[in-house]
């Protein structure tokens, strides 16, 4: 039968809604939204996870798997909140004054002695920044201003290792920390509407990310799945010592210009491009959490330039994939130096947060 669940049901649990949610997403809108009515907060480059405060707390990722095995000296904050509560947030590691999401990653380990261990060394923080339950009571469909001034009066009573993201309705201000809050591990800014309800699994914030351009020698590709055409290009820099660094790939190209771009490369074929002094980065040997995919590639002669558009930083390489902008045959390729990246500078993390 469909209906209320009867008091029975309710005394099984401490929330008024069931684990796992699936949290409130974002897109990416160039320019971002401005004017009445709009709201602004840093994005912060960890895990998105659901807090659930209660007698049996839970930490759940986006996709709802737990995530108390891997972080268990969080457990305490969870212990702070009232039962009943439910928080939307990040967790992060903090490291040098700002969060660090290679370090981040490496405390997804199947070892419980390991997890033990870097629970210790890194250990991992909270950043709240909505509200969707407290006391048991539903918060889903009350204005993002309702909730967020909820949130800040629960945190007058919650401490480290929980912080709360700041927010602005000042544009001027989000332009401000969208450029001297990158350095803290803010990766832009998520928009909101003040009035705006949480909605499960949609898209209605508004993500503001950084996009910067850099020219790339092309070190070797990947062949498509089909076979007969290129699946991504292998992107490199140079350093002062001539070592051609690994630096990520790039794959946005027509399904004509693939199959092109494979019959050019096969001319350049090489038996190694990437590497240097030992230190040099190279694909296929990146982590351990490769699948064996990272080490499929072709090296081809390094001389062909590329300029892309990436958005992040992760470890000396592009985190995600870039964007093709042009090809540059203009610029000889030992031009293409790790000197172009840009290394935000601004306030640490703990100058951000509170």
């Known amino acids: 039968r469909v209906g209320r669940p009867g008091p029975y049901a309710r005394l099984m649990t401490d929330w008024p809604f069931a684990s796992p949610i699936k949290p409130l997403k974002a897109r990416v809108r160039e320019p971002p939204p401005r004017g009445e009515g709009w709201v602004y907060e840093p994005k912060w480059d960890g895990f998105r996870a659901v807090a659930w405060g209660g007698r049996e707390p839970k930490l759940e990722s986006r996709n709802g798997k737990p995530l108390l095995r891997y972080f268990p000296e969080v457990l305490p904050a969870l212990g702070q909140l009232p039962v009943g509560t439910v928080i939307d947030g990040e967790i992060v590691v903090v490291v040098d004054d700002a969060t660090q999401f290679d370090q ?80 803290a591990g803010c990766d832009g800014i998520i928009c909101k509407l003040d009035d705006g309800d949480y909605v499960e699994d949609r898209r209605v914030w508004i993500k503001w990310k950084h996009r910067r351009d850099c020219d790339c020698v092309v070190g070797g590709y990947r062949v498509h799945k089909d076979g007969d055409k290129i699946g991504s290009i292998l992107l490199g820099l140079f350093d002062d010592a001539g070592g051609f660094h690994f630096m990520g790939h790039c794959s946005g190209f027509s399904n004509h210009d693939r199959v092109e771009l494979l019959a050019q490369f096969e001319q350049i074929r090489s038996d190694a491009s990437f590497g240097g002094d030992g230190t040099v980065r190279v694909p296929g040997a990146q982590s351990r959490w490769s699948t064996g995919k990272e080490a499929d590639w072709i090296p081809v002669t390094p001389g062909v330039v590329v300029e892309i558009s990436y958005d992040q930083l992760e470890a000396g390489r592009f985190r995600h994939a870039t964007r093709f902008e042009r090809w540059r045959p203009d610029k000889p390729a030992e031009e293409c130096t790790l000197d172009q990246l840009e290394r935000p500078e601004g306030a640490g993390f703990s100058e951000v947060v509170s």
């Open 104 to 183: 981040l990653q490496s405390r997804i380990h199947p070892a419980t002695s390991r997890i033990e261990l870097l629970s210790n060394e890194i250990p991992a923080e909270l950043v709240a920044f909505d509200l969707l339950a407290i006391g048991a009571g539903d918060r889903r469909a009350a204005p993002w201003s309702d909730r967020r001034a909820q949130l800040e009066r629960l945190f007058e009573d919650l401490e480290f290792p929980w912080h709360l993201t700041p927010v602005t309705r000042d544009y001027a201000e989000a332009e401000r920390w969208f450029s001297e809050y990158e350095g």
